[in-house]
C-alpha cells in the first residue's frame, strides 16, 4: 500500500513539473475521495497545495467533515460558500424559463444538482488560475466506468489520480494514509439532495461495481445496470462530438 502511496504521489509530482505550474488543489466534501486526494497532495506538495471547501446548500455535517479531513493532514485550506450564487443563478434562469412556458419541474432536481457540481468546478478554476496550480479531480474506477459524475462539473479537471482503484482500493488507502474512519466508513454520497446515497442513486453497490470491474461473476440484473449506466454516459469519457473537417 505504502508503494502506490509513492507511486501517486510521485507521479503528483511530475505532473505538476511537466506543467510548468506552482502546485495542485482539490475541493474537499467530508467524503472519502477527496480526502484520499488532500492527502495525497498534501504530501506531494506540503507548501504549493490546497484543499477548497464548497459549501452549497449542503449538509452542516459534511462541511465538519471536510475540516476534519483538512485538520487530519494539514493542507493549506479556504472556504467559499456558493450557497447565495447558486441561489441566485438558478433562479434567474427559472425566471426567464417560467416566463417563456418552458420550465420543466421534473428536470428540476436533476438541473439544480449539476448547477452546483459546475459552480465547484468554476471556482476551482478562478483559484487555479490565482495560483496557477492544477485542479486535481477524485473520480474513481468505479464512478467513471458509471459515469456517474457530472461532466464538467466534478468531472471537469486536471488530474485523476485515482481513475485505475476501485471504490474498495480508496478505501484502503484512506486508512493507509491516515483519513479519519468516520469518514472511511460513511455511505458515499454525492451531498446534491437531501438523503442523496451514490449506491441508492445508481441502484447498485460499490462493492458490486468494484466485482464487476476486477472481472467477477456478479447477479445479471446488476451487470444490466453497470452496463446501461457505461453506454449511457459514454460521451462523458470522450471529447466533445466535432464533424469531419472540411477539405
Ligand atoms: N449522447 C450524448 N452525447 C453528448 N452529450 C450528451 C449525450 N447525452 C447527454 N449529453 C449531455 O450530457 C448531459 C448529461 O450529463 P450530466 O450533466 O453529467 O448529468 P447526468 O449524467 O444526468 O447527471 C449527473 C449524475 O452524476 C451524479 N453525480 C454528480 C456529481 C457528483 C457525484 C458524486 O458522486 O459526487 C455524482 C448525479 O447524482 C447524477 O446522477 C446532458 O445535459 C447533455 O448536455
Ligand atoms: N461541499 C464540497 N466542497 C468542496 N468540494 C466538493 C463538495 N462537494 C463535492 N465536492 C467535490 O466533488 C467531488 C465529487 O464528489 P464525490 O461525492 O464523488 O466524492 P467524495 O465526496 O470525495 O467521496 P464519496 O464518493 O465517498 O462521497 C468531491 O470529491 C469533491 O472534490
Ligand atoms: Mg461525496
Excluded at 505538476?16 to 506538495?45: C, E, K, M, P, Y
Excluded at 479537471?157 to 471504490?167: N, S
Excluded at 444490466?224 to 454516459?233: E, F, G, L
Aim: with cysteine.
Amino acid at each position: 500500500m505504502q508503494e502506490k502511496v509513492n507511486h501517486l504521489v510521485e507521479w503528483l509530482q511530475e505532473q505538476v513539473q511537466d506543467a510548468g505550474v506552482n502546485g495542485l488543489l482539490v475541493g474537499i466534501s467530508g467524503g472519502i475521495d477527496s480526502a484520499v486526494v488532500a492527502h495525497l497532495i498534501q504530501r506531494a506538495f506540503p507548501k504549493q497545495s490546497l484543499g477548497v471547501v464548497l459549501p452549497c446548500k449542503s449538509n452542516p455535517g459534511d462541511q465538519e467533515a471536510a475540516y476534519k479531513v483538512i485538520e487530519s493532514c494539514g493542507i493549506e485550506s479556504l472556504t467559499v460558500d456558493l450557497t447565495k450564487t447558486h441561489n441566485v443563478l438558478y433562479s434567474t434562469v427559472q425566471q426567464q424559463l417560467e416566463t417563456k412556458g418552458d420550465y420543466n419541474e421534473n428536470q428540476e432536481r436533476l438541473a439544480d444538482a449539476n448547477l452546483r457540481a459546475r459552480l465547484r468546478m468554476s471556482t476551482l478554476y478562478t483559484l487555479a488560475t490565482n495560483y496557477k496550480y492544477l485542479v486535481v479531480g477524485t473520480d474513481n474506477a468505479a464512478e467513471w466506468h458509471t459515469g456517474y459524475f457530472t461532466k464538467y462539473g466534478d468531472g471537469g479537471v486536471d488530474l485523476v489520480p485515482l481513475l485505475h482503484l476501485t471504490k474498495g482500493e480508496v478505501r484502503d488507502l484512506a486508512r493507509e494514509l491516515g483519513v479519519p474512519s468516520e469518514i472511511v466508513d460513511k455511505a458515499p454520497s454525492a451531498g446534491l439532495w437531501e438523503g442523496q446515497t451514490d449506491e441508492k442513486e445508481m441502484g447498485v453497490t460499490y462493492d458490486t461495481i468494484d466485482s464487476y470491474l476486477k472481472g467477477e461473476e456478479i447477479p445479471a440484473e446488476d451487470k444490466k445496470i453497470i452496463d446501461d449506466m457505461h453506454k449511457r454516459t459514454e460521451h462523458k469519457r470522450q471529447l466533445a462530438a466535432a464533424p469531419k473537417a472540411f477539405d
